[in-house]
């Protein structure tokens, strides 16, 4: 049996090429079950039946594992056994009718309006440091733009009147207008900061660190964190957090359904209808 997860792992490694942490989660998932069987019936994961796995899975779900780790622990299992069934070692595969748990969607986590002025006005804007956080952070909840959106975000994406920016993925653009607020702290941080942040460096991108090379995602993660701490906000935010409370915020003040999906980048609305729930 061990022997069988372990050419499979091998499979994975060699031939799937798949990542290393995916390699481990099934390992790690299949030596789980490994053990399981080994005390059951069945006797070996080889030659477990649909019955025997649903048996399993409602031990997963006894154990307190989470929805989402027992769906992680199915689709491990069928990835095995469809190995197997292309070695010729079993004759059908015996996680084909398994069905996943229902994982529930929680609400986004939205920060409320006085929260948000909290950490808009955090940043000392007396230091360039503060004058292009302020930007990114003005920016953030005012558009409702990923973070990968932001770090990647050019001179050239913003308007000369600064009246709004473009956004581009996967062959689409999209603008977006930039409020008052946002245009000041912009306009702000291009004239006084973005130049001595770069240190001499030249770049096409707007934001920068400290030491003149682009922002990173973990770079402004780090920023908003920083911020969130110092302005007293206990929830759990993150960039993710930005954009879900700017759609809220724009529903609750009047926008339509398609404007705010439009302006967020979403391909369906779906996504935009559960902000509706959170008003």
Known sequence: MINAIQEYISYLHDIRKISYNTEISYQRDLQKAAEYFAGQKAGDLTKATTADLESYLLYLEKGRMSPATVSRNIASLHSFYQYLLGEGRIQEDPS??????????????????EEAGRLLGEPNTKTDKGLRDRAMLFLMYSTGIRVSELVHLKTADVSKDMSHLSCSEKNREREIPLDAETQKA??????SARERLLRGRESEYLFSNCSGTPMSRQG??????????????????????MRHSFATQMLKRGADLRSVQHMLGHADISTTQMYRQLL
């Open 220 to 241: 402004f993660w780090k920023v908003l964190k920083g911020y969130a701490s110092d302005a007293g906000i206990r929830k759990d935010i993150t960039p993710h957090t």
């Open 186 to 191: 912009l306009t702000e941080y291009l004239t």
């Open 96 to 113: 084909a009718g398994l069905k996943p748990p229902k994982v529930e969607k929680k609400a986004p986590e939205i920060l409320t309006e």
